[in-house]
Nanobody
Framework: QVELVESGGGLVQAGGSLRLSCAASARTFARHSMAWFRQAPGKEREFVGSMRWANGDTYYADSVLGRFTISRDYAMNTVNLQMNSLRPEDTAVYYC????????????WGQGTQATASS
């Protein structure tokens, strides 16, 4: 298993942008897909978006579609989440997750990074 570390969270004004990054502690690991989840206080963790590592195909939750973009960097072994047009309801702890090859679920998780959009 690998350790994932998120970074890039912060506080921005509504309508602003943040870019989150997720780095894997292991130099190389086989992965099927990477994903971002978020959890706001008092709410359950929710899916934000995912990316198939091999081809870069992405999927997004309706709530962020058109505003958030997931990208990959093979050389840096990272996955990024560009968040634009942030809304107060986007405020949450954002988690990076990895679905390793051979796994049926996202079994590697980061510690989370706080992203806040103030109104």
């Amino acid at each position: 298993q690998v350790e994932l570390v998120e970074s890039g969270g912060g506080l921005v004004q509504a309508g602003g942008s943040l870019r989150l990054s997720c780095a894997a502690s292991a130099r190389t690991f086989a992965r099927h897909s990477m994903a971002w989840f978020r959890q706001a206080p008092g709410k359950e963790r929710e899916f934000v978006g995912s990316m198939r590592w091999a081809n870069g195909d992405t999927y997004y939750a309706d709530s962020v579609l058109g505003r958030f973009t997931i990208s990959r960097d093979y050389a840096m072994n990272t996955v990024n989440l560009q968040m634009n047009s942030l809304r107060p309801e986007d405020t949450a702890v954002y988690y990076c997750a990895a679905q390793r090859v051979g796994s049926s679920n996202y079994d590697a998780w980061g510690q989370g990074t706080q992203a806040t959009a103030s109104s």
